[in-house]
C-alpha cells in the first residue's frame, strides 16, 4: 500500500509542478523549490473531487496544468529511450516527450480514486550537491521520507539548474531509478522504429 501511495505522489508531481516563477526559482534552493511542489499537489489531491467522470477530469485537467514548472519531461524522455533517442529526430522527439508524460500521468491518475493522502508525512533532508555536468549544469539529489500507516519508504528527487530554474530529472524509490526503470522497458525495443513507437504511444492517449 505505501509503495503504491509513493508512485502515486511521485508521479502526480511529474504532471503536476508546483506553479512558480521564474525570479523566485532563481532566489530559491532546490529543496525549497520541491517542497512547495510536493504541498500543492497534496492539496490538490486531498481537495473534495466529484466522483463524476466531470468531476475527475476537473481535477486531472488542474494537476495537467501545472505540469512542466518543476519537472523535466524532456530529460525524462531522453533518459527512458537511452540509446534510441538518438535515432528520433528533432520533430519525433517534441512529440515523443508529450505523449509520453500523457501515457505517464494516465496511468497514475486511475490509481489515484480511493486513496486518502491526509495522513501522509514528508520529511526532507538537506540537499545534496553533486558533481555538476560536463556542460557545467548544477545537479543536486533532495532526499526525502514518505510516512504511511506506519512504514516508511525513501524517495531522492534528483534535480539540476536549468534554465536558472531547478527541476526534477529523476526519482529514485527505495533504491530504484524511475528512468532507469523505463529505459529498460524501451531497451528490449531496439529494433521498433520511432514511428512505431510513436504510433503506439497515440493510442494509449486516444483511449
Known sequence: MIKKIVFIIVMVMICAGSTFSLAQAQEELPGVVLKRCIDDVILILNEPVETTDAGLVH??????DKAGEVFDFASLS???????????????????????????????FSRMEGHD????????????MLPPTSS????????TLVS??????????RMLEKNSA??????IIEGVSMVANYREQYR???MDTPESMIAELKKKVAK
Open 59 to 64: 481535477r486531472n485537467q488542474r494537476l495537467f
Open 117 to 128: 493522502f491526509a495522513d501522509v508525512l514528508i520529511s526532507y533532508d538537506e540537499a545534496q
Open 136 to 143: 557545467g549544469v548544477r545537479r543536486a539529489d533532495i532526499p
Open 78 to 108: 531522453m533518459g527512458a529511450l537511452g540509446s534510441n533517442w538518438r535515432r528520433f529526430s528533432p520533430i519525433q522527439r517534441t512529440e515523443f516527450i508529450g505523449l509520453f508524460s500523457h501515457v505517464v500521468a494516465d496511468s497514475y
Open 166 to 171: 531547478w527541476k526534477v530529472y529523476d526519482v
Open 188 to 190: 528490449v525495443r531496439f
Open 148 to 157: 504511511h500507516n506506519g512504514v516508511k519508504t525513501p524517495v531522492v528527487y
